[in-house]
């Protein structure tokens, strides 16, 4: 019988236990055996305990759950071949030779890695007289298949990664709550919100939240941006707003990629405006919490969907990355849509905005 498991790796996001909830059941209704992986890589490579076969019941309540409950970690050893070779030695003698990985990009290139080299770490494994070769005979392929779990919504190839849409409802919570005493006192807000290389987050938050100015990594603002930015606050205040929100993407710098910091953004506000502000950054309260209606259903269609293109997989079949297009849960190439999340990364730092727009998802770049 087939043997799937499903790890989680990276940032926890909301939905990721869903999506393992999802695997572990469609695993199971597909007449195979599922393990989890639990403590991302780290389990991988420990292996014993931390690789554990999974039932139907295990997974109960875990559709509204923020995080994941099968853990998350850093691990160094898995970025090291010797790591990776005991990681495969693990997945032998458990009997498994397909693996789930949700989490984001880096996550999914260490995945791919693993899988464009396991032949030659099974190959390792007999020569170094770790197993013999009959035991190895059936592991000739490893099968990845990924899963966007990140809130920042950072993957190219798909309108929304796994948390995501239970992030930005956490951050409208929180900006209606600060605009309820920011009306009261007339005050400015600067709102911090994760998004180190993408501004999803941010943008969507200043829509969602009629913000008056948005900073994104992707997008920085004019050369005389405080000038700018002050003058469409005036105008604001002079219409007879009471509040202003400013909200700032952890990774927004201007044209220079100098950092742009909530703090640099108050004391303008203060000094020019003459504005009562104060900062809120928002931190991990926008991981938290349980996940919301889009993220259980984006979880459990794609951890489905993530089983059934385990079992369809061929030897020649590339890796897979589960997306969403347009409404419909589509596969595609996990490497190519990792490097167009790289491209934009790399479009930021050599200060190429136009292309690094362009490379964002139509609705976003719009
Ligand atoms: O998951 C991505 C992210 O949310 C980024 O936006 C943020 O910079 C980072 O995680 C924070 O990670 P950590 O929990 O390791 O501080």
């Given at each position: 019988m087939k043997k799937i498991a499903v790890m989680t790796s990276g940032g926890d996001s909301q939905g990721m236990s869903g999506a393992v909830r999802a695997v572990v059941r469609q695993t199971i209704a597909s007449g195979c055996i599922a393990y989890a992986v639990y403590e991302g890589y780290e389990g991988l490579v420990q292996g014993g305990?931390?690789?554990?076969?999974?039932?139907?019941?295990?997974?109960?309540?875990?559709?509204?759950?923020?995080?994941?409950?099968?853990?998350?970690?850093r691990c160094m050893a898995f970025m090291e071949r010797a790591g990776r070779l005991t990681a495969a030695n693990n997945m032998v003698e458990k009997g498994i030779d397909a693996l789930i990985i949700c989490g984001g990009d880096g996550s999914l290139t260490g995945a791919d890695k693993f899988r464009s080299e396991w032949p030659s770490l099974i190959d390792e494994l007999v020569t170094t007289g770790k197993r013999t070769a009959e035991e190895v005979k059936q592991f000739k392929h490893l099968n990845i298949v990924g899963l966007v779990g990140s809130i920042d919504n950072d993957l190219s190839g798909t309108d929304a990664t796994i948390g995501c849409y239970s992030s930005l409802g956490r951050i409208c919570q929180a900006i209606d709550y600060i605009d309820a005493t920011a009306l009261s006192h007339q005050r400015a807000f600067?709102?911090?919100?994760?998004?180190?290389?993408?501004?999803?987050?941010?943008?969507?938050?200043?829509v969602s939240c009629g913000a008056d100015f948005v900073f994104l990594p992707e997008n920085p603002p004019s050369e005389n941006w405080e000038e700018e930015m002050c003058s469409v606050i005036s105008k604001h205040r002079k219409l007879g707003k009471r509040k202003t929100i400013v909200i700032v993407a952890?990774?927004?710098?201007?044209?220079?990629?100098?950092?742009?910091?909530?703090?640099?953004v108050k004391d303008l506000l203060s000094n020019r405006l003459h504005l009562d502000t104060r900062v809120t950054t928002l931190g991990h309260v926008q991981r938290g919490g349980t996940a919301c209606a889009y993220d259980r259903m984006l979880a459990t269609l794609q951890g489905v969907e993530a089983v059934k293109a385990v079992l369809e997989a061929?030897?020649?079949?590339?890796?897979?990355?589960?997306?969403?297009?347009?409404?419909?849960?589509?596969?595609?190439?996990?490497?190519e849509a990792v490097k167009m999340t790289k491209d934009v990364a790399a479009q930021i730092a050599a200060k190429d905005f136009g292309a690094a727009m362009a490379g964002r998802d139509a609705e976003f770049a719009e």
């Open positions: 305990d931390l690789i554990k076969r999974m039932q139907w019941e295990d997974v109960r309540g875990w559709l509204s759950e923020g995080g994941t409950l099968i853990g998350t970690a600067v709102i911090e919100v994760m998004g180190r290389h993408c501004g999803w987050l941010a943008l969507m938050a200043g952890e990774g927004a710098h201007d044209r220079q990629l100098t950092h742009i910091s909530p703090d640099v061929t030897p020649e079949t590339t890796s897979p990355v589960i997306c969403i297009v347009e409404n419909k849960i589509v596969r595609k190439n996990l490497m």
